[in-house]
């Protein structure tokens, strides 16, 4: 069964820092990964998906990267802002249907 | 619509009501789920669709939890006889089958309160 696991559960950066946000899996056998974001009250926003041939995507100030050997993805913001204040959530898409596994979340804080 | 929608948005309901939460996929799109946040968590998957056909629901958590699609478009999810540990945010979400391991869109959840 798959397992996926972020960490760290939170952080709290001042506005400018660059960031890293960590998700591991369990199972390697996953058609995509998936970076979401989401706000207080509100559904999920995609930001990055990385499919399991590809090594990386970018987006802005957003990089993500898989390694499906050691079971682990990253997700790099540059130069936060604090409008980057939210849950970033990642997940595995396994089977045949490609339903997604989640994490519990990163929540992130960025301060002015 | 330009995106997945959800109705309503917040529903309280006692111990033992039915409820039916309702899910409009973006148009055209094939594939639908289901998935259940509780507070703190991330969603966890309810089941699955692909057009009319339920193909996956080793997710749903009771025979009480009950998933339709008739059509292939709309589809609506109830839970009968409701227990607290149902209060959660459901979660919809679909996938355009034609451009294949594509990014799911949610819609932006029922919140489910059980008194």
């Known amino acids: 069964k798959q397992e996926v696991t972020q960490i760290p559960a939170a952080l709290s950066v001042p506005e400018g820092e660059n960031l890293v946000l960590n998700c591991s899996f369990t199972?390697?056998?996953?058609?995509?990964l998936q970076w979401f974001r989401q706000d207080p009250g509100k559904g999920l926003t995609s930001l990055l998906l990385?499919?399991?041939?590809?090594r990386e995507q970018t987006s802005g100030r957003l990089n993500a990267s898989l390694d499906k050997s050691s079971g682990r993805s990253t997700l790099y913001i540059a130069a936060s802002q604090p409008g980057d204040s939210a849950t970033y959530l990642c997940a595995g898409a396994q089977g045949g249907s490609e339903k997604l596994v989640f994490g519990k979340g990163t929540k992130l804080t960025v301060n002015p | 619509g330009a995106g997945v929608s959800q109705s309503p948005r917040y529903k309280v309901a006692k111990r033992g009501q039915d409820v039916a939460l309702r899910c409009d996929p973006i148009?055209?799109?094939?594939?639908l789920f289901w998935y259940q946040q509780a507070l703190g968590q991330g969603p966890e998957f309810l089941t699955y669709f692909q057009n009319e056909a339920q193909l996956d629901k080793s997710g749903l958590p009771s025979d009480r939890f009950f998933a339709e699609r008739p059509e292939g478009s709309v589809s609506t999810l109830k839970i009968q006889r409701t227990q607290q540990e149902d209060s959660a945010v459901y979660l919809c979400?679909?996938?355009?089958?034609?451009?294949?391991?594509?990014?799911?869109?949610f819609g932006p959840g029922t919140r489910l309160t059980v008194l």
């Open positions: 199972d390697s056998a996953i058609y995509n």
């Open positions: 979400a679909s996938i355009d089958r034609g451009r294949k391991k594509d990014t799911q869109y």
């Open positions: 148009s055209g799109h094939v594939s």
């Open positions: 990385i499919q399991s041939s590809q």
